[in-house]
C-alpha cells in the first residue's frame, strides 16, 4: 500500500464522510493488493475483478469500524479473502460436506511437512504459481491459499470453512503432493527445452 499512517487516517476518515476523490484513492492505493488475493482464488482474471469490486464494497461499508488497532492491510485482506470464500461457496464450487468415513476423517498430519527446494521456485514466474494453483482442485485451492498466503492456522480454517481440522490438515497435504508433482513436471519441462 503506498499510503503511509497520516494519509491513511486522512483518506479513511474522508471515505467515511462519503468524499469520492478519497474513496478513488484508497481504491487505487489498494487495488493491487487485493486483486493479488483474489486472482489467487477465482479461475480467471474477470472473476477476480469483480470480487475486488465486490471486496471494495464490503471494504467502504465497514471502514468507520477499523479502529487502527492493527494492520490496515491486513484488515483489508482478510475482507477480501472472506468475499472469495463467499463467491465460491455461491457459486456451489466449495462444497465442504464431511463424511465421516472418508480417509481424512482419520488423517494424521506430519509433524513437519516440506514444500520444495526454494531454488526450484525461483524459476517461477507469477503466472507460472498462478497456473499452478488453478489446477488444484477448488477445495486445495483454497485451504492451500488460507495457509500458505494467508496466514490462518488449521483450526481458523476448518471454521472458516465449516470443516473439521483433519480435512483442513488432509486438503493441504493433497495440494502439496500435487504441487510437488507439478512443479516436477514444470522444471523437467524447462530444462529439456
Known sequence: MALDEQRLHIVIEGCVRGDAGMQKELYYAC????????????????????????????????????RFEGSFEGWTRKIMTRVCIDQLRSSNTLKFEIDQHTVYSNYEHPAHEG?????????????????????????QKVVFN?????????????????????????????ARKTLREKCGNLTSNQTSV
Open 115 to 139: 514444500f520444495t527446494d526454494n531454488e526450484v521456485l525461483q524459476k517461477f514466474s507469477a503466472r507460472d504459481v498462478l497456473h499452478l494453483l488453478n489446477i488444484l482442485p477448488e477445495k
Open 146 to 174: 488460507l495457509h500458505v498466503f494467508e496466514g490462518y492456522n488449521h483450526k481458523e480454517i476448518a471454521a472458516l470453512l465449516q470443516i473439521t481440522e483433519n480435512h483442513s490438515y488432509w486438503l493441504l497435504h493433497q
Open 31 to 66: 487495488y493491487s493488493d487485493l486483486m493479488k488475493v483474489a486472482i489467487r482464488y477465482a479461475g480467471n482474471r474477470e472473476d477476480a475483478e469483480q470480487w475486488v469490486h465486490d471486496g471494495f464494497l464490503k471494504i467502504f461499508d465497514h471502514l468507520g469500524k477499523f
